[in-house]
């Protein structure tokens, strides 16, 4: 099936539809549109990513700028983050390591 909402019937989606509701449709929604929406509402953003599966998260992260790819990972605990990096794909784990400095680099790999 696929979903056709704008950007913000997708925020409220994100924000409000249950659990399963996200898990069941989020392989239809496509990460940029979703990072799309968290531009839009940086008030909003952790509580979205919050509701998200890793392996989505990292799509998100391999979709943003290199200087967005860091703030979305650093919304999370050093544990989730490690999480969400093994789920990244290696030519996008190296494009955010390469955007870190030294401490941060660290810190995400640790």
Known sequence: MKLYMNKEELRRFLLHAPQDKIIKYIEDIHPV???????????????ILYRLPEEFIASIIDE???????????????????????????????????SLDEEQANKSLA
């Open 33 to 47: 549109d979703i990072l799309d929406v968290l531009r839009d509402n940086k008030d909003d953003i952790t509580d």
């Open 64 to 98: 943003a700028e290199n200087e967005e790819k860091y703030q979305i990972l650093s919304e999370f605990s050093e544990n989730k983050q490690k999480n969400i990096i093994e789920e990244m794909a290696s030519d996008e784990l190296t494009d955010l390591l390469g």
